[in-house]
């Protein structure tokens, strides 16, 4: 094997190595700011019944679900994220069950769920659209989408930072894009926005604009863009 061959594979085994080991461990620590644990607070209650939680990360939402939760699944792509939410589980009045998968491929059947939670995860999955499209099939057709994501800021200034800066900043948090339109990636998901709360949170401006809210299923059949399309000059 030449020098060069030998160096990238050197590379290639810490970069996974990083995304393995310490991604989780930094992105468990970053999520436990107090001004998230803010609108954990807020939003995380209204989820009742059977319950999907997409990147359940390490169990931050856990405490705060209500007595109207019957059961939760807790699906995230990382081994390490989902040991550590194992361990905050353990205190839950309602069972937990634990999906270490892809949100693109949720293995749950149609209409399996009442409502699905996401907070802070549509800005890592690789393609966001498909995985709306995923819950929206496991979600019952009366079901609701309670979020509270990051993403693009309506500030022209910020937001072209946000652009300059997704790059780098996807390298080193496993994925976190600062510039996704959640309003726009919502309804190529097929969810129509029945309420909805923006604005910005302490914090640099780049990751700090919300977008939070309620969200249902439309009638129409959603297109399964692929993510090259959300990456599209307009959407950006």
């Not at 792509?77 to 998968?101: I, N, T």
Request: charged letters at 20%.
């Amino acid at each position: 094997m030449t020098p060069w061959l030998r160096g990238a594979a050197a590379v290639k085994r810490l970069t996974e190595l990083y995304a393995r080991c310490v991604i989780p461990h930094l992105t468990a620590l970053a999520m436990r700011n107090a001004g998230l644990r803010v609108e954990r607070a807020r939003f995380v209650p209204y989820a009742s019944g059977v319950v999907l939680e997409v990147g359940i990360g390490s169990g931050l939402n856990i405490p705060f679900y209500g007595p109207a939760v019957r059961q939760l699944y807790a699906l995230d792509p990382s081994a390490e994220l989902l040991r550590m939410a194992r361990l905050r589980a353990g205190d839950a009045q309602f069972p937990v069950e634990f999906l270490h998968h892809s949100a693109e491929a949720i293995p749950l059947r149609d209409g399996a769920v009442d409502c699905v939670l996401t907070t802070w995860t549509l800005c890592t999955i690789a393609d966001p659209v498909r995985a709306l499209i995923e819950v929206r099939r496991v979600l019952r057709p009366m079901g609701r989408l309670i979020f509270v994501e990051h993403g693009r800021s309506p500030n022209p200034r910020v937001a072209r930072w946000q652009v300059r800066l997704t790059p780098l900043w996807r390298c080193v948090t496993g994925g976190c894009h600062l510039n996704r339109p959640i309003d726009r990636l919502l309804a190529l998901g097929g969810f129509e926005v029945v309420e909805m709360q923006t604005g910005y949170i302490a914090g640099p401006r780049v990751g700090a604009f919300l977008y939070r809210g309620l969200a249902r299923p439309t009638s129409s059949t959603p297109d399964p863009a692929p993510v090259e399309r959300v990456g599209a000059p307009h959407l950006t």
